[in-house]
């Protein structure tokens, strides 16, 4: 089956540095890449869709310029978040679509950021 | 804006019993894709049925079934001889059916459901 790999799974930051996080499709070619974030016992909030190639569509309220997404091959998208600060502790969740079809989103194991 | 709400933050259930999650949603669209999640305590996100609006018969899987009335915007998941295993967060979402290439997934508030041994 489609399988997503995320890493790294967990990443302890100090606060000011950047941290980079990946998601790779290991199996299939991913048109269109998601990044959520989650905080404790709640929803998966949608920060941004990203496709091969082009620039990342953000939601209203998303930074991008704190967090930087580059989709620059079909397996490949990271999430780099700058200049972390303790309020970005959170767990960040990929999601990679497969072709166009109805079916298809395929999620990565998430990211537990903890900025220090 | 699609719109989806799960109304049970939390349940339980009795290991073997049958359980019923509930969802409702909001649209103006007449095509579009309902899914369920689970996401047990490794945070990993599993599908776990998915039901094509157009469809009117309910999609099954193993122990789990939805009960989808499209007329009332409701999809919810079924889950019979309940398992040990089944114990995560559950979460209901919506996508549309257009195909221009980015569709997203809406998610619900999630359901936190308990097997009680």
């Known amino acids: 089956g489609a399988v997503v790999s995320q890493h790294p799974s967990r990443v302890i930051c100090k606060s000011g540095t950047s941290v980079k996080i990946e998601c790779r499709s290991l199996d299939f070619q991913a048109t269109t890449m998601f990044w959520y974030r989650q905080f404790p016992k709640q929803s998966l909030m949608l920060m941004a869709t990203s496709n091969e190639g082009s620039k990342a569509t953000y939601e209203q309220g998303v930074e991008k310029d704190k967090f930087l997404i580059n989709h620059a091959s079909l397996t490949l998208s990271t999430l780099t978040v700058t200049s972390a600060h303790p309020e970005d502790s959170s767990f960040y969740i990929c999601?990679?679509?497969?072709?166009?079809?109805?079916?298809?989103?395929?999620f990565g194991s998430g990211t537990r950021l903890t900025v220090v | 804006a699609q719109t989806v709400t799960q109304s049970q933050p939390e349940m339980s259930v009795q290991e073997a019993e049958t359980v019923t999650l509930s969802c409702t949603y909001d649209t103006s669209e007449s095509d579009y894709y309902l899914f369920w999640y689970k996401q047990p305590p490794s945070r990993q996100m599993i599908l776990v049925i998915r039901?094509?609006?157009?469809?009117?018969q309910n999609a099954t899987e193993n122990r789990f079934s939805v009960n989808f009335q499209k007329a009332a915007k409701s999809f919810s998941l079924k889950i019979s001889d309940s398992q040990l295993g089944d114990a995560a967060m559950y979460f209901c979402a919506y996508r549309s059916a257009r195909e221009l290439g980015n569709e997203k997934l809406t998610f619900g508030t999630g359901t936190r459901l308990t097997i009680i041994p």
């Open positions: 039901q094509e609006a157009y469809k009117q």
């Open positions: 999601s990679a679509r497969r072709g166009r079809s109805g079916y298809g989103y395929t």
